[in-house]
């Protein structure tokens, strides 16, 4: 069994197991605080990376991929209620975080009737508003540090019906500030308030970073990428340990040698593999 084929294993023996923090989530209180009154920016992108294959290419095999990977969470997401709050994490950096949660926001946004908001929540190197071609003003650090309403963090982005809150501003310790009372209520805030959308966190590698650990119990499903070569098979057991007690939803194995049409790993998996496209289309 190759180690990838075993870190999959163990995630689909997780998978099942639920945190009870999303029970306090779905119990926070109808009269919030916040302001209904916010402006939020309308940008009109048109973003070139190639990566975003659901733009540039909708019609490829790994876009085509992307959208199994939503049809499937949004099952999983709508048995129980409507457990709309996700992150996407990995073990090391550099393995596709990025790239995932805005393809996957990008399928939904696509599809769907609702805004689908992409939170960047990766405050060491964030990259939404990189990959997404836009100079980023306020952000989630801003609101979380200064108090600022979430609804004027948000930006609108003209590609379908989705939404992104960039980091916002460099804060010294991200750990400190993730384990806050403050993201607490701010992820209870979005539960409640965007609860007919879902809400994507994109964020640092769980290994080197304890933050993700945290944003893991506050949210109702883990996104687990593998790019497959990149962290050891003892790596990828301590990071989904790392996240136990919480919901790991499904593994997108990235950049795979395998064939996207392999099936082996059933719903678990999917298969975001650029360079068979490209030789596919080249052919
Ligand atoms: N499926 C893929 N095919 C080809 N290259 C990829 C793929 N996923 C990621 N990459 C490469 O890896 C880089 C890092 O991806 P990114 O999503 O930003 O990683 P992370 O967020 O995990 O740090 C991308 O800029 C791209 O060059
Ligand atoms: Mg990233």
């Known amino acids: 069994m190759s180690r990838i084929e075993k870190a999959l294993e163990k995630a689909a023996q997780l998978r099942n197991t639920t945190t009870t923090v999303v029970e306090q989530i779905t119990n926070y209180p109808e009269n919030s605080n916040y302001s209904s009154q916010t402006v939020s920016r309308t940008l009109d992108i048109k973003p070139s990376s190639r990566l975003l294959t659901t733009i540039i290419d909708p019609h490829s095999p790994v876009s085509e991929q992307?959208?199994?990977?939503?049809?499937?969470?949004?099952?999983?997401?709508?048995?129980?209620?409507?457990?709309?709050?996700?992150?996407?994490?990995?073990?090391?950096?550099?393995?596709?975080?990025?790239?995932?949660?805005?393809?996957?926001?990008?399928?939904?946004?696509?599809?769907?009737?609702?805004?689908?908001?992409?939170?960047?929540?990766?405050?060491?190197?964030?990259?939404?508003?990189?990959?997404l071609e836009f100079e980023p003003e306020i952000g989630l650090s801003d609101c979380l540090l200064d108090g600022i309403d979430i609804g004027e963090a948000i930006v609108r982005t003209g590609i379908g019906k989705l939404s992104v809150i960039p980091a916002g501003k460099e804060v010294p310790n991200p750990l400190e500030l993730f384990s806050s009372k403050k993201m607490q209520d701010l992820v209870k805030e979005m539960k409640h308030r965007y609860h007919d959308r879902y809400v994507i966190f994109d964020t640092p590698p769980l290994l080197p970073f304890a933050e993700t650990r945290s944003l893991g119990h506050l949210v109702d499903g883990i996104v687990f990428v593998v790019k497959e070569g990149e962290a050891s098979q003892a790596d990828i057991r301590e990071a989904i340990d790392a996240v136990k007690g919480c919901r790991i939803l499904g593994v997108v194995l990235n950049e795979?040698?395998?064939?996207?049409?392999?099936?082996?790993?059933?719903?678990?998996?999917?298969?975001?593999?650029?360079?068979?496209?490209?030789?596919?289309?080249?052919?």
């Open 66 to 131: 992307y959208r199994k990977l939503k049809t499937h969470l949004v099952k999983l997401t709508q048995k129980d209620g409507f457990q709309n709050i996700l992150m996407v994490t990995s073990t090391v950096s550099r393995e596709g975080k990025s790239i995932t949660a805005l393809n996957l926001a990008i399928s939904l946004a696509q599809e769907f009737d609702h805004t689908v908001l992409l939170v960047d929540a990766d405050l060491r190197r964030p990259s939404i508003h990189q990959y």
């Open 256 to 283: 795979s040698s395998d064939s996207v049409d392999d099936n082996r790993y059933g719903e678990y998996s999917y298969y975001m593999n650029y360079a068979k496209d490209k030789a596919a289309a080249s052919s």
